[in-house]
């Protein structure tokens, strides 16, 4: 019902920026909520920031001040801009959308990860 495309990922060095993407398509009443989340083979998928459908943010403590979350409501995308980038961010990153479905009910979806690596 909904398509997320993420994009943006890739390699980088420490001290790096990079910016990632996630558009949301779909026969939906609203999106609301988004956010991004990250995944490592050794931990949970954690939160990384959210931003509602009226632009509050909330972010991780470890990417306060280095991680900005937007939204194009227009496009129903999310965008992740990091930077100062660290080793320990590398992860794979996949943005949640939320949304309100025709049927008025609650759901959410996962986008497809994209990797971004950081080398020391």
């Known amino acids: 019902q909904v398509r997320l495309v993420e994009s943006g990922g890739g390699l980088v060095q420490a001290g790096g920026s990079l910016r990632l993407s996630c558009a949301a398509s779909?026969?939906?009443?609203?999106?609301?909520?988004m956010g991004w989340y990250r995944q490592t083979p050794e931990k949970q998928r954690e939160l990384v920031a959210t931003i509602t459908s009226s632009g509050s943010t909330n972010y991780a403590d470890a990417v306060k001040g280095r991680f900005t979350i937007t939204r194009d409501n227009a496009k129903n995308t999310v965008y992740l801009q990091m930077n100062s980038l660290k080793p320990e961010d590398t992860a794979v990153y996949y943005c949640?959308?939320?949304?309100?479905?025709?049927?008025?009910?609650?759901?959410?979806?996962w986008g497809q990860g994209s990797q971004v690596t950081v080398s020391s």
């Open positions: 949640n959308v939320a949304y309100t479905t025709r049927a008025l009910t609650s759901s959410n979806d």
């Open positions: 779909g026969y939906v009443f609203s999106f609301n909520a």
